[in-house]
């Protein structure tokens, strides 16, 4: 149980954090959102086939109020991390890469 004046240990007060969230469908009518503190481990869960069929990424700050679709930038740091291993884009993310690029 959390005592008076002292903050959560999930949100801290004040947190200066941008986080980043995944928008996945699931089928034609239901979209979620999953929330990641790490975009470096977002793009390897969404390399790794973690998702249905990502839609977008955005990222938003929890201090600063400002958020923004990374959506282009997440399609190029798939594609360019695939480039490196050597390995074929997914078949599951090459919608997202090629609508964001």
């Not at 997440?74 to 964001?100: K, M, N, T, W």
Request: proline share 4%; with cysteine.
């Amino acid at each position: 149980m959390l005592e008076a004046g002292v903050a959560s240990p999930v949100v801290p007060y004040g947190a200066d954090q941008t986080l980043f969230v995944v928008v996945d469908r699931l089928d034609r009518a239901t979209e979620i959102r999953i929330e990641r503190s790490d975009l470096d481990a977002a793009i390897g869960e969404l390399v790794a086939g973690c998702f249905n069929d990502p839609i977008k990424v955005i990222s938003f700050n929890t201090l600063e109020h400002w958020m923004k679709d990374i959506s282009t930038d997440v399609a190029d740091a798939i594609q360019a991390r695939c480039d490196i291993d050597g390995i074929e884009l997914p078949d599951y993310l090459s919608d997202f890469v090629e609508s964001h690029s």
